[in-house]
């Protein structure tokens, strides 16, 4: 059980893991990644799905859509269910863009986290989305709401993953 303890403990390094993030994928993250990122993770989205997963107001996304649809990065088809309705998917090159992002992350993380072993950073990662996933406004889609159901990746044991180049998992799920 959390106590208020250990939980201001918690809010005393907040500050800096918003500063380290800052400095890993700078001050302001590319609004065209995280919605690409957002489409990415959720398959076929409508525009105002991405809005509520992104939390952010739908004239902003639509934009954002609009304009990357324009650099080619994403496509848009009339939802089968409700025609008045656009299902968005990356394009290829929506998919390179996404994977180019994500392994200019990965490098900076690998020469960041250099004196790190593996066994570290997994458990950081695990610990962080477990963070996540409790922060999550209640009633949204988060994957889960128990640490004991959140998966192998929430309750996994410690062990060190073998080193790749570019681990990108996550883009070839959909990709």
């Known amino acids: 059980m959390a106590t208020p303890h250990a939980c201001a403990g918690l809010v005393d390094v907040l500050p800096g893991l918003l500063r380290a993030r800052r ?4 001050s302001t993250p590319a609004p065209s990644t995280a919605t690409l990122a957002a489409v990415h993770e959720s398959g076929t989205p409508r525009v105002s799905e991405v809005a ?58 690998v020469a960041r986290l250099a ?32 640490p004991d159901a959140c998966g192998p990746r929430a309750t996994a044991p410690v062990t060190p993953t073998p080193p790749g180049p570019h681990p990108e998992h996550h883009l070839q799920r959909n990709a």
Request: charged share 30%.
């Open 23 to 26: 400095a890993i994928v700078g």
């Open 52 to 109: 509520e997963t992104l939390g952010l107001d739908l004239s902003t996304v639509s934009r954002q859509v609009t304009h990357l649809r324009q650099r080619g990065l994403l496509t848009a088809v009339p939802d089968p269910q409700d025609g008045r309705s656009q299902r968005l998917s990356l394009t290829e090159t929506g998919v390179a863009e996404l994977r180019s992002h994500r392994r200019h992350l990965v490098d900076t993380l």
């Open 115 to 146: 004196d790190w072993d593996d066994a570290e950073i997994d458990l950081l990662a695990r610990l962080l989305d477990r963070l996540a996933r409790a922060g999550a406004p209640a009633g949204t889609d988060a994957p889960c709401a128990e």
